[in-house]
């Protein structure tokens, strides 16, 4: 790959968008290439978290490369829209824990593909926001679905219509970062973090993940129903039978099932 970099370290993916002269800004290519990435990583079993991030200090990923998209067609940008999509439902419904690290600039699509992770943990210096509309286009890799489930449609509309830049404190204190730390602790905080959520059923995990997704489309009764089918499910693991033993024997419990 040229512009993804991925390493697997302690059941943890780390995966870099990699295009710092271009402020890691996405590209066909490099859809492309996130797209194989996330193919690859729902398959394998040794990997339990991906955090994804963006090379150098200073962006996460300054949006959609504009460089490519300011001679496509209707047709080529219809094509871009749709590859991402395809790329950030895999990023977005794979069963491992998702986190964006985002270390600087998420605009435009670099907040969309954070939008697509479970979680983002961001660093002082990062900067959110969707700027499209000033360059005469609209969010197209999400960014009128996902802000709006994720901050609620006010506040993606106020985001979208003024292209206002947020900083990291204003995007934690509206629900679209986690969490907010220095810069040199970024990449550590996350791994902290998916070492604690790896500590846990990872089977379990994967089923709230989906019962969560699709929940949050869905009414409130058929998320219930959903809920109440995978809370089945879990009884019939390894993972229940041994985690309720090891409470019950006041011991460690050893959790398996992925
Ligand atoms: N596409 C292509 N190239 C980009 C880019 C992008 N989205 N963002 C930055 N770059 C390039 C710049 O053109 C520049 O290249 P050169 O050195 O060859 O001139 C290099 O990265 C460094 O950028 P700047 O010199 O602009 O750096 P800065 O510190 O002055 O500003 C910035 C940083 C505020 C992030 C600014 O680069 C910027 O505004 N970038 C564009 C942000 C944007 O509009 N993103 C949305 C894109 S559209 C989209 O994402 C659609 C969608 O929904 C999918």
Redesign the pocket.
């Known amino acids: 790959m040229n512009n993804v970099i991925m390493e697997v370290n302690d059941e943890i993916a780390l995966v870099t968008i990699n295009r710092p ?3 890691n ?2 590209n066909s290519e490099t859809l492309a290439e996130l797209d194989q990435c996330f193919d690859e990583i729902s398959t394998r079993k040794d990997i339990k978290v991906l955090i994804l991030t963006g090379s150098g200090q ?2 996460f990923v ?6 490519e ?1 300011v001679n496509a067609t209707p047709a080529e940008g219809r094509q871009m829209g749709m590859l ?1 999509k395809q790329a950030f439902l895999k990023l977005e419904t794979m069963p491992q824990v998702t986190i964006a690290a985002v270390n600087g ?1 998420a ?3 670099g907040c ?1 593909i954070s939008m697509a992770c479970d979680i983002r943990i961001a660093s002082d210096n990062a900067r959110f926001g ?3 509309t ?2 005469g ?1 609209l ?3 999400g ?1 009128t679905q996902r802000l709006a489930r994720l901050i609620g449609k006010g506040r993606a509309k106020e985001l979208i219509f003024t292209c206002d830049q947020i900083e990291a404190q204003e995007a934690y204190r509206i629900g679209l970062a986690n969490k907010v730390v220095p810069q040199d602790e970024l990449i550590d905080t996350c791994k902290k973090m998916a070492a604690k959520i790896i500590s846990k059923g990872s089977y379990a995990i994967s089923l709230a993940k989906e019962a969560i997704n699709t929940g949050m489309d869905t009414d409130l009764s058929s998320g219930l129903t959903l809920e109440a089918d995978l809370f089945g499910l879990s009884f019939s693991t390894h993972d229940k039978t041994e985690g309720m033993t090891a409470f019950l024997e006041k011991r460690k419990a050893d959790l398996t099932d992925f």
């Open positions: 002269k271009s402020l800004a996405l200073k962006a300054a949006g959609a490369d504009i460089s998209m991402a600039y605009l435009g699509g969309e969707q700027p499209e000033g360059l286009i969010p197209g890799f960014g």
